[in-house]
């Protein structure tokens, strides 16, 4: 954690102010509450209490120095706008999977989406339409398309973590993902304005071009083609099959992405990170693109063993690889990955990451 200076202080006092107030209903804590919080509102508790914790599917909590779990869209706008006169650190997650924390206290605001939650739908001819917020599971639309006869989302089917971090990061498998479905999308914009639109976004492999980290993707209008008998249960079987080849154990998903006409998996196996370990996370066993959490992994531990990997392949094969998971309180966004990798490159390939 960053120490706070004197520019600081403003913000950390507008921004507790605000959170505090049982007014704002933005349901907040933090770590380092001046006053206690009334009721179930507000900012909470000492330093490091665990009420300012987030969880994430690695199993390493991260701990903010505010915490907001926004459940209403105007409650987002509001900390948008507040944030928009008083600058202040951002960081925006869902359901905390592909998501790395640092230890101690990450400075500024996290803001989870995961009470942003609703999903409704409606049937318009051969078509259901979902409309759904950024904190809804991802297991809520496949069931729901499931229940109700219409393809084109089996490709979530295991996948874990919300809506709104599927649509950031464009997540899919086997060559379908959310994009591909996606009609609209409602954001909350960094001056706390609300944007809806309908074109002007594209999705490519792992990318939305409406993902930012001053951009809260707040809710996702999806469509969906009603299926053919048996074919839901022809996709389910095959994505089933595909997510029995990755590991059972704690972690953020793949850690890189997959380079142009190739898997960040095969180029891990081949250069031998199967069984590269650093403290207690470790690359699986099962596939090589996955780091595991074996026990009490920290984030620095995790990023290093990234870093090794990534080392590692370029060294072997000339193919930089880009991590799949957000890192949060680390500072530079790759750090991590300046410090390790850039020590065996060229001085006119350095400048690439």
């Known amino acids: 954690m960053i120490n706070a200076n004197a520019n600081d202080i403003m913000w950390q006092i507008r921004l507790r102010e605000f959170l505090a107030n049982e007014n704002n209903g933005v ?10 919080a009334r009721g179930a509102q507000g900012v909470q508790g000492a330093l490091s209490t665990p009420s300012a914790q987030f969880a994430t599917s690695m199993g390493i909590f991260g701990t903010a120095e505010f915490l907001a779990r926004p459940c209403r869209l105007d409650e987002a706008v509001a900390i948008f706008r507040l944030r928009s006169s008083e600058w202040f650190p951002l960081y925006i997650i869902g359901g905390g999977t592909n998501v790395l924390p640092a230890s101690g206290v990450i400075d500024g605001l996290v803001l989870s989406s995961e009470r942003l939650d609703s999903l409704v739908w409606r049937v318009e001819g051969d078509a259901l339409v979902l409309v759904a917020g950024a904190g809804c ?28 971090g599927a649509v950031a990061g464009n997540a899919g498998a086997l060559g379908a993902s959310i994009g591909d479905v996606v009609e609209e999308i409602t954001s909350v914009e ?4 609300v944007a809806r639109r309908r074109e002007g976004f594209e999705c490519s492999y792992r990318f939305c071009s409406l993902a930012s980290p001053d951009r809260l993707l707040a809710s996702v209008v999806m469509r969906f083609r009603r299926a053919v008998p048996g074919e839901i249960e022809e996709k389910t079987e095959t994505f089933r099959r595909a997510r029995e080849k990755q590991p059972r ?3 953020a998903g793949c850690a890189f992405k997959n380079p142009p006409s190739d898997a960040a998996g095969r180029l891990l196996d081949s250069c031998g990170c199967k069984g590269l370990r650093v403290g207690d996370a470790a690359v699986s066993d099962v596939h090589a693109n996955f780091i595991v959490n074996r026990g009490a992994a920290t984030g620095e531990d995790v990023a290093a063993l990234m870093g090794l990997c990534r080392d590692r392949v370029f060294r072997r094969t000339g193919v930089l690889l880009e991590p799949e998971v957000k890192f949060i309180g680390f500072g530079s966004a790759e750090a991590w990955a300046r410090a390790i990798t850039t020590a065996s490159m060229p001085a006119e390939t350095r400048g690439l990451i």
């Open 249 to 251: 154990e704690r972690s």
């Open 190 to 193: 960094p001056d706390g304005s």
């Open 137 to 164: 599971p991802l297991s809520s639309v496949v069931s729901t398309c499931a229940a109700l006869g219409f393809t084109g989302a089996e490709f979530a089917l295991g996948i874990p973590g919300t809506v709104g």
């Open 27 to 36: 349901g907040a804590q933090g770590a380092q509450g001046a006053r206690r």
